[in-house]
């Protein structure tokens, strides 16, 4: 029974690990990307007039649209280079809740029309030695660009460049820390020579509306030369990775306990083999073999329940005292979160309740044939 408890106890709170890890990785980018967004099913970009986006805006539930230019640029500071993404943002950008989890610091606004300012990954003004005190700091911004004529040698003729004014940090996570930088849409649309080219529109729903809802009437207006994805659906990759290793973490641990399980099948075994007068007994007393057989069941799937309500039972315990108190660190200074995150599914509860309560039934269920093939005439 210690055993189950104690498989029991692992497999809650393995799982319960895995569920916070998932929200957490939920909320971090939620932080940076949109509760939907749109994008071409094929291609990089496309063209974006306003009375388009205006009827995007006027769908039911749609409460912020922003409009996005996304590409990779050359940025220097210093004398320091780094290739990196820019991401051109409209006005409204900040409206959609940005930020709210991670680190911030600095101006929330991206300047003025005259003074474009940037808000930048923590990694990449690492890297470029930004500092947001230094007076008359500027962000050098190249992108390539064809030149006018194929015999030109004025290297001016192969790039635009532009100059922006650093002003917030933002980390939620090192992929997006290294390579983001914010800036606001009419800047990039300049430097990139996009026009009324956008590579994605992001989409703030209504409160109390419903995204999934939302996320099909987008679909069924724009049709199949988008793609309009929710915060899973954008980073799916990572989400099934995770969940991938949920369930490959759930069936070694239950293989564990599966080998664990032994010594209830030696104990019962044992338990048949010194029982056999008393079996013998029951029998010529018109006991059954399937009745025999029973008994055993039974003491093996008592030895199961009895495992199992004792390890959900500290499970549920030891998760919430680390939900409550962060008992285990991470032991990283600069984590987002201090303690390990968890988070209760009561789903995972039954899992592995079935899991236990079918692995002791099936190492009891040997020892119940062999108690049942007691001779009575030999053993008595």
Same mark, same amino acid.
């Given at each position: ?203 703030? #729903?209504?409160? !109390?509306? +419903?995204? /999934?809802? *939302? ?9 199949? &030369? $988008? ?100 008992? #285990?660190?991470? !032991?990283? +200074?600069? /984590?987002? *979160? ?9 789903? &995972? $509860? ?31």
């Amino acid at each position: 029974m210690v055993g189950v408890a104690v498989g029991t106890i692992a497999l809650v709170v393995v799982m319960s690990v895995f569920n916070g890890l998932e929200d957490l990785i939920r909320s971090l980018f939620a932080s940076f990307d949109a509760e939907l967004k749109i994008e071409p099913a094929k291609g990089k970009s496309f063209l974006a007039p306003e009375a388009w986006l205006a009827e995007i805006r006027d769908i039911e539930g749609v409460e912020v649209l922003t409009e996005v230019i996304e590409d990779n640029v050359l940025y220097e500071h210093d004398d320091n280079q780094l290739v990196a993404k820019i991401k051109g943002v409209s006005d409204n950008f900040l409206d959609q809740g940005r930020f709210a989890n991670g680190y911030f610091w600095g101006d929330t606004t991206l300047g003025t029309e005259l003074r474009p300012g940037a808000i930048l990954g923590r990694g990449v003004g690492f890297f470029l030695s930004i500092h947001l005190n230094e007076p008359n700091s500027s962000l050098k911004v190249f992108y390539p660009k064809a030149p006018r004529s194929a015999g030109s040698i004025d290297p001016t003729q192969l790039y635009n460049s532009a100059q922006l004014e650093p002003r917030a940090f933002f980390s939620i996570e090192q992929q997006f820390d290294d390579e983001y930088v914010i800036a606001p849409l009419h800047f990039t649309r300049d430097l990139l020579n996009y026009g009324e080219k956008r590579t994605a529109l992001e989409i703030k #729903v209504k409160e !109390g509306a +419903s995204v /999934a809802d *939302v996320q099909k009437r987008l679909k069924a207006h724009l049709g199949q &030369d $988008f793609l309009v994805k929710n915060a899973d659906e954008q980073h799916a990759g990572l989400i099934r990775t995770v969940k991938l290793e949920k369930l490959f973490v759930f069936l070694t641990l239950t293989f564990i306990l599966a080998i664990a399980s032994f010594n209830i099948f030696f104990s019962l075994s044992m338990l048949a083999i010194e029982k056999k007068k008393d079996i013998a007994v029951l029998k010529a007393m018109g006991a059954r073999d399937s009745m025999i057989r029973r008994i055993f069941l039974k003491q093996g799937a008592l030895i199961a329940l009895s495992g199992a309500v004792i390890g959900l039972v500290l499970g549920y315990l030891t998760v919430l005292a680390q939900d409550t108190f962060g008992l #285990v660190s991470l !032991g990283i +200074s600069s /984590a987002v *979160v201090d303690a390990y995150p968890v988070r209760i599914v009561w789903s &995972d $509860f039954a899992w592995i309740s079935v899991a236990v309560i079918s692995i002791t039934l099936l190492a009891s269920w040997r020892p119940a044939i062999i108690a049942s093939q007691v001779e009575t005439v030999r053993e008595l």
